[in-house]
């Protein structure tokens, strides 16, 4: 009786506490179960010889490829987890073939028995709810329901600075093996993996999409020679238009006949004005030697081309500042030379363009503030670039369990 007040009491807990299945999974994925004592619910003993293999594809069962042993038997397939033994039906999976080879059903609570598709056999499972750690179910509870602008705020500040360093280095390099296979899909040259780049740094944060309607026509019918060529620049010069005018044609002939006001101009420094970073990123184009910039073989050598041209811009009074010339090393040359590297298979390109990061100073923004203001202050480009990152693809969406800094945190 006492045992059993005990379970009741316990899922009342984890019941408050909202317990999702992908803090399961990841239990499950880390083996943070006492199964050398448990049974399934039938009674029987079992082992689990394979963890089996997780599907982070969304559809299917969780795990593939696992294999149990149960009365002597080896079972090989699929392991199935569930809040609820019943979320079996709720989510359909009776009526869906790619469930027929679950070896294995692991629940949070047994509500109910479930059975093979048109079977009376019932899938083996086994409830784990009175076996999870206390301590790992609080502090994942934590990070849920934490309002801090870091889910795991204040505990990351008692972690070694090597685990959060580590996790900045996968979170950048996926950062870049992600915009690598966007322009692998697009066959994209290395001409057109600038003007992209470019395209995306100039229209920041707001524009971005007009300013890629700026460059949609080159590399095709307005090469002229070696001199890149904006269906802008013919009818500008063609009509004698002065950088002035630039801005009022550029709607009917470039964005699809958008209207001006479709360029949003709210929250802009008159430096940083959309009129001022077209007629600066126009004049850019007309310098930029694009058949030169083979020549630039290594990021470094790329950074000096940079500001010589930036010289050149100053003289035409559109040069841009040290931290803006920043902004495009950062997310146009170190990009376009991790790209070169997988290009070409030469892994010194891109040891030298992260050389290139370590050696800047760290950025400045309102996501670096967000780490100052919890203790990690990053030491160069490399780390802001990280922690910038981080954020946004997992802090801000607190997904903690896929983060290495919220798994050890977890883990301890």
Excluded at 205 to 227: A, M, Q, V
Excluded at 329 to 349: A, E, H, Q, R, T
């Amino acid at each position: 009786m006492m045992k059993r007040r005990f379970k009741s009491a316990f899922f009342l807990i984890l019941k408050f506490m909202d317990v999702k299945e992908e803090l399961l999974h990841w239990i499950w994925s880390m083996r943070r179960l006492p199964l050398f004592k448990m049974r399934l619910v039938d009674g029987r003993e079992f082992q689990v010889l394979n963890f089996g293999i997780y599907n982070d594809l969304g559809s299917g069962p969780d795990f593939s490829d696992g294999c149990v042993l149960i009365d002597g038997i080896e079972w090989h397939g699929a392991i199935e987890i569930h809040v609820k033994s019943s979320d079996w039906y709720k989510h359909n999976h009776h009526n869906d073939p790619n469930y027929g080879n679950v070896v294995l059903h692991v629940v949070l609570q047994h509500d109910r028995d479930v059975f093979y598709n048109r079977s009376n056999t019932i899938i083996p499972t086994i409830e784990i709810g009175n076996e999870l750690e206390t301590g790992v179910i609080q502090k994942y509870h934590y990070f849920r329901t934490n309002k801090h602008s870091l889910p795991c705020y204040p505990m990351i500040q008692e972690l070694d600075r090597i685990y959060i360093t580590s996790a900045l280095e996968k979170t950048l390099l996926s950062k870049y093996e992600k915009r690598i296979n966007f322009w692998e899909q697009k066959l994209f040259t290395d001409r057109q993996v600038i003007l992209w780049s470019l395209a995306q740094v100039f229209g920041y944060p707001y524009n971005r999409d007009l300013f890629l309607g700026l460059i949609k026509n080159y590399d095709s019918e307005y090469i002229e020679s070696s001199e890149v060529k904006t269906l802008i620049d013919i009818v500008a010069e063609k009509h004698k238009m002065t950088p002035s005018d630039w801005l009022a044609i550029r709607n009917q002939i470039i964005c699809n006949k958008r209207r001006v006001d479709h360029w949003k101009t709210g929250g802009y420094y008159p430096s940083k004005s959309p009129s001022y970073r077209i007629e600066q990123f126009i004049a850019l184009m007309r310098t930029i030697d694009f058949t030169g910039l083979d020549r630039c073989s290594t990021s470094f050598l790329m950074k000096d081309y940079w500001k010589k041209i930036n010289a050149e811009l100053k003289e035409m009074e559109l040069g841009m500042g040290k931290q803006y010339l920043d902004r495009i090393l950062i997310n146009v040359i170190v990009p376009f030379f991790m790209w070169k590297s997988k290009k070409n298979g030469d892994g010194s390109l891109r040891e030298e363009a992260l050389s290139l990061l370590l050696e800047m100073k760290s950025e400045t923004n309102k996501f670096t503030k967000i780490w100052w203001k919890n203790g990690i202050r990053p030491e160069n480009a490399f780390e802001s670039q990280g922690l910038i990152e981080h954020y946004k693809s997992s802090c801000s969406i607190k997904k903690c369990l896929t983060c290495s800094v919220g798994t050890k945190i977890l883990s301890k």
